[in-house]
């Protein structure tokens, strides 16, 4: 590779690299700052008694089991809450945030290895400027989680689709499996 190449690598690298920058401003500027509305402290609250009861299995609000989401998201604000010493908005509002830049990447790196680098920074920066992902990875809800977690399993399975072995559907399996609702699982019990 000569310097003229590696000068145009290093340019598209930088340019990914700056798309994923100006996603974590405008994910993670003064995330915590507000209190929290709507649905959000439906989350805090099913967090705080599984961090209470000990119980990470069964979800509840007031006491009442509440398994209309998957666990995976209250299980991430508790690991944060954990490692933090608090569970406040911030804490609460963190795992969505963490989603909806790996949407992002996720769609950045899907769109390189399909069609182009180019195709890849459009694709991101596309996502990246719709309101809905903005404010959703800037509230707590599973659905940046589920976004993600739905880019994760399309890139893996476009990353790994000619090596297939146990691997590959163990890990496309656990992908998947995050986004399924604990409601049905739940349900079949």
């Not at 649905?39 to 009442?64: C, K, Q, S, V």
């Not at 069609?115 to 920074?121: C, I, L």
């Not at 499996?177 to 079949?188: D, E, I, N, T």
Request: aromatic share 12%; hydrophobic share 55%.
């Amino acid at each position: 590779m000569n310097s003229e190449q590696n000068r145009f690598a290093e340019r598209y690298e930088r340019l990914d690299i700056a798309i994923l920058v100006l996603a974590c401003v405008l994910v993670f500027f003064a995330l915590g700052e507000r209190a929290l509305w709507g649905a959000e402290g439906r989350w805090a609250e099913i967090t705080r008694e599984m961090m209470l009861t000990g119980d990470y299995f069964h979800p509840t609000i007031n006491g009442e089991p509440y398994f209309d989401k998957p666990l995976l998201t209250y299980w991430l604000i508790a690991a944060l809450a954990f490692v933090s010493g608090a569970l406040n908005e911030l804490v609460v509002r963190l795992p969505s945030a963490i989603a909806g830049i790996a949407a992002v990447w996720a769609t950045l790196r899907l769109g390189r290895r399909l069609w182009s680098p180019e195709v890849g920074r459009i694709a991101a920066m596309i996502l990246l400027t719709s309101y809905g992902l903005i404010s959703q990875s800037r509230m707590a809800a599973a659905d940046t989680e589920n976004l993600a977690t739905v880019m994760l399993a399309i890139l893996w399975y476009w990353s790994r689709r000619d090596k297939i072995n146990f691997t590959t559907f163990l890990v496309l399996y656990l992908i998947v499996l995050s986004v399924r609702s604990a409601k049905a699982r739940w349900r079949r019990l």
